[in-house]
C-alpha cells in the first residue's frame, strides 16, 4: 500500500470515528436526560429537519421554491390516520401506503406545473396547500377543523403507541439518519448530478440530454413522500391532527432549516434544524407571554439575516473557514484533493480490471 492510499485510509477513519461519537452522543442523551419537555425539543429537531431535507431536495437540490411541505406532511398525517382510525390497518403499514398516496397526489398534482418557473411555481405550492386545508376543513369524512385523535392504549411497538418520550426520540433519530443516507445516494448519484443542472440552467440541461420535466417530478414526489413520512410520525407521536398543521407557517419552519443551514448542502438541514429549533422552542417558553408569536419573528429576523450576510448559511461559511481548516488538517488529517482524486481513481481502474 502506497503512502497516498494510507493517508486517505486514515482520513477517512478519522471522519468515521468523529461521526460515529456525534452519533453515539445522540444515542446517549435519553440515558442521561430525563427531563421530558428536553426530550421533547429533540424530537423535534429530528422531524423538522427532516422535512426540511425534504424540502432541500426540491428548492435547494432542484431550485424549485415549493411552499407547500406543510401540505404534504398533514397529508401523509392524514392518510396515515384514516388509515388506522377507520381501516384499522396497522399503523406502520399506514405510515407505508400513506407516503405512497402522497408521493402520488404530488406528482399528479405538480406535473402540469412545472411548465411554470419561479415564483409562479412557488405561488400554486401555496395554493395547493391552502386549497387541501380548506378541503379537509370543510369535509366531515376528515372530521372538518375538529381534526382527528389517534387511539391511547397500552404501550405497544407494533402499534407505535408509547406514553413515554424515549422510543420517539429512537423512531425520530432512525427517521432522520435513514432520510439523510437517502438524500446523501441522491446527491452523489446521476439524479443529483442532473437536478443540481437542472437547477444552474435548465435549457443548458436539456440541451446535454438531461430530460428536466422527468427529474422535477422524480424529485417532487420523493421529496413530498419523505414530508408524508414526517406527517406519520408526527401524528403517531402527538396522537392527535387537524387542519391547522397545513398552516402557512409550517411550511416557512421547513424552509427555514435548511436557508439558515446551507441550501446548497445536504447537510444544511440538520445543522439549521439544531439551531433554529431550540432557540425557537426557548423563545416561545420565555417570551410568548411577553409577545406572543416571538419565535416566528425570529424566523424572520433569521432570513434577513442570513439573506443579507451569509446568503449561502452556515455550511457555506464554514466550508472557506479557518475552523474547516483546522479541523481537516489537525484533527481529520485530511490530505491534499489531489491526492485524494489520486487514489479514487487508481481504485476505480483496479475495480474495472
Request: with cysteine; charged share 15%; net charge positive.
Amino acid at each position: 500500500m502506497s503512502v497516498n492510499e494510507k493517508a486517505v485510509r486514515a482520513y477517512r477513519r478519522n471522519t468515521i470515528i468523529c461521526l460515529g461519537g456525534i452519533l453515539a452522543v445522540f444515542l446517549l442523551i435519553p440515558a442521561f436526560v430525563k427531563n421530558p419537555y428536553t426530550l421533547n425539543v429533540f424530537i423535534l429537531i429530528f422531524y423538522t429537519s427532516t422535512l426540511s431535507m425534504a424540502w432541500n431536495l426540491l428548492g435547494g437540490m432542484t431550485g424549485q421554491n415549493s411552499l407547500g411541505h406543510a401540505a404534504y406532511m398533514g397529508l401523509g398525517a392524514y392518510a396515515a390516520s384514516m388509515l388506522i382510525t377507520k381501516a384499522h390497518l396497522n399503523p406502520w403499514l399506514s405510515g407505508i401506503l400513506g407516503m405512497i398516496a402522497v408521493g402520488l397526489v404530488a406528482g399528479v398534482i405538480f406535473y402540469p406545473c412545472f411548465i411554470l418557473k419561479g415564483p409562479y411555481f412557488t405561488l400554486v405550492s401555496i395554493a395547493f396547500g391552502e386549497a387541501l386545508r380548506q378541503f379537509i376543513i370543510n369535509s366531515a369524512f376528515f372530521g372538518r377543523a375538529s381534526g382527528i385523535g389517534l387511539p391511547f392504549g397500552r404501550d405497544s411497538w407494533l402499534d407505535f403507541r408509547f406514553g413515554s418520550k424515549e422510543p420517539y426520540y429512537y423512531v425520530g433519530l432512525v427517521m432522520l439518519l435513514l432520510v439523510y443516507l437517502v438524500m446523501k445516494k441522491i446527491e452523489r448519484s446521476r439524479m443529483g448530478y442532473a437536478l443540481r443542472t437542472i437547477r444552474e440552467d435548465e435549457d443548458a440541461a436539456a440541451a446535454i440530454g438531461i430530460n428536466p420535466m422527468k427529474y422535477k417530478i422524480m424529485a417532487v414526489v420523493v421529496s413530498a413522500m419523505v414530508a408524508g413520512l414526517v406527517g406519520f410520525f408526527y401524528a403517531s407521536y402527538i396522537r392527535y391532527i387537524d387542519p391547522e398543521m397545513m398552516i402557512q407557517a409550517k411550511s416557512t419552519e421547513s424552509v427555514l432549516p435548511a436557508v439558515v443551514g446551507g441550501a446548497a448542502f445536504v447537510e444544511g438541514p440538520l445543522v439549521g434544524g439544531l439551531i433554529m429549533v431550540p432557540l425557537s422552542e426557548f423563545l416561545r417558553a420565555n417570551f410568548s407571554k411577553i409577545l406572543p408569536g416571538i419565535n416566528m419573528l425570529l424566523y424572520a429576523v433569521a432570513l434577513l439575516a442570513v439573506i443579507r450576510f451569509r446568503p449561502a448559511g452556515i455550511l457555506g461559511w464554514y466550508s472557506h473557514s479557518k475552523l474547516k481548516t483546522f479541523i481537516d488538517t489537525k484533527i481529520l488529517k485530511k490530505p491534499p484533493i489531489e491526492v485524494i482524486e489520486e487514489v479514487e481513481l487508481a481504485r476505480r481502474q483496479r475495480k474495472e480490471a
